[in-house]
């Protein structure tokens, strides 16, 4: 994955940020089923930004980040120990009974 | 309706939030990690809740419906924008950026990761003091929201003072025992209540006046630019500015942000993520309409009333009624309980601690698991003092803190994104934003509005562009550590 998908999910992120306000409408009172039609366009927009998220966190998670998460963020050997760190164990483990857990395969 | 049946829903609901905090205090350790991450292992449904239980409070109830009221229902446009997508975006950006920091490295607050990364225990204190700078009136915030709420429902027999002071006493009580596990829990169970509660506040109310269609009919008889979208108050500069501060305040507000600490797993923070802008829908679109529809349904609101309580006491029985501001002050229960945590985790880990290693006496886990929860006592007894003495409005005060908050953001994303920041870059960035904020909002010298567009979005690109001006002439200080916060493949060389 390259820039041109880190620029392309960018873009994605400005359009649903842009539209979520339906400029376009600006002074239109017109109703439809009680409420008015700007409010539905936010309704639908904002159902929509929540399919492009649920499509992103599925194939593109991680992207632009810039840290390698390891295969479950689990913290591996710490380079440079932190002074005040205490030797807690890390909850690498907790986390991976979380995810399955919370994920079927 | 009786004064005692209302009084006994209301305290119904407290002790049955204390009786959740109770069993959660049964699991916690008492260790900080758990004290105030739940030892990072909170789960979709209570991640999601908590967090959205927290960035609700009495604004959601009272101040949004207010202006929906006053000025028509396209405050629900900004809150889509800057808690659906806005902050949902930062979710990803800074918070599962932060997520894995914090596996990583232990990390438990914002200024502990950034002060890590800069060597700098100053910038550490510099992140918590403002900070707690924004969150004090905002804890504030919602005690006035609760002690004016069950004034308005008990008719003034529960003055001001005793209603703010037993929210308080109660908020203490479980936040002090259970910690972050107590509030995830009691949150879940009060977010949970507040989408039933509006919706079925809403249903109730359209079933009374015969529908949406009449309902809007109405208020178009009334006020027919309120139907229309865009109007002298809701300007595009003036809802972009309010999306945008508050969206990226939200993500530096220490209870919301450290909630990036505390997810259990990846899956967690994407589900969540997907849930947003849904979540938000559900929730805004039906508590600002009964705020709009209000206004056509001719219910008088008093100056500086509040529209919620009034519309459910003219449309809904006495009970229901009762039922809805014990949601609203679940809501703001569960925004203050999270802030008094978040408060006292950054006053202990970020300036209290550093000074007394400073001044080489010994911190043991156990004193300063100590240290959090009497932080906790005092900060909610000041805010709660002061509230008595000090009852502005609830939306100027809650803005304030929003723009306050949002001056972090751009540095704090700089930091995690740019390579060249520098120590001295973030902060000149945060010196300068919130210098710039606090004389815009506090002096006459520095104006408020710039063209249509707040001071809180102005002071954001001056402390961003402050950031970058600063790290570009000036070279990393030789504690930086660079390589934390970036990929050791890509920056090979250093």
Redesign the interface.
Known sequence: MGSLELAGWITV?VV??AL????F?????T?V????V??WW??G???L??VV??Y???HA??L??????GPN?S?GP???P?P???S?P???D??LE??R???PP | MTLSAQLGIVVGYLVLALLIGLSAYRLTDRTAADFYLASRTLGTVVLLFTTFATLLSAFTFFAGPNIAYHEGPEWILVMGLMDGIIFAILWYAIGYKQWLLGQQYDYVTLGEMLGDRFGSGLLRGLIAAVSLLWLFPYVMLQQVGAGTALETLTDGAIPYWAGAGLITAFMILYVVLAGMRGIAWTDTLQGAFMLVATWVAMLWLLTVVGGPTSATAALETEAAAHVALGSDHYTPQWMLSRALVIGFGVAMFPQVNQRFFAAGSRTVLKRSFALWPILCVLLFVPSFMIGAWAHGLDVTVPADGNVLPLVLTEFTPGWFAALVIAGAMAAMMSSSDSMLLSGSSYFTRDLYRPLAEFSERDVSERREDLIARVGVVVFATAAFLVSLVNPATLFELGDAAFSGFAQLALPVLAALYWRRTTRAGIGAGILLSQAFYLSSHFTTVVPGTYAGWSAGVVGMALGLAATVAVSLVTTPAAAERRALYFDRNETGAE
Do not use: T, Y
């Not at chain 1, 632009?64 to 998460?69: Q, V």
């Open positions: 992120g649903l940020c979520a306000i339906p400029w409408l600006w002074g239109n009172s109703v089923a009680g409420l008015p700007w409010l936010h309704v927009w904002m159902g930004a929540s998220f649920w992103f966190a599925r998670w991680g632009g980040i810039g840290i390698d998460p963020s913290p710490d380079p440079e932190k005040e760190q205490k807690k890390k909850p690498a907790a986390e979380s995810e857990r919370g994920e």
